[in-house]
């Protein structure tokens, strides 16, 4: 059962592009983070318009917690 609730691929058409969206948001706040440089604007235009709303939400969500997160020291050889 574990694994069914992990398995992306079982999951409807709708709760895929939903986590889609959730993990673009996510990607956005963590470049914007470490400061990358982010054409929201661009990565609006793929997201589904029913689905620019919840973007928005996520995306506010994960700057607020990248706010109490530090930051991950770079890795030197």
Sequence with gaps: MT???HNLALKTIDEQRTLQ???????VAYEEKYGQLVNINEIK?????DLLEYFDI??????????KLGKLDSIED
């Design 3 to 5: 694994q069914t609730l």
């Design 58 to 67: 996520k995306l506010e969500h994960y700057r607020n917690l990248s706010k």
């Design 21 to 27: 969206v959730d993990m673009a948001a996510s990607s």
């Design 45 to 49: 235009k793929n997201i589904p318009t």
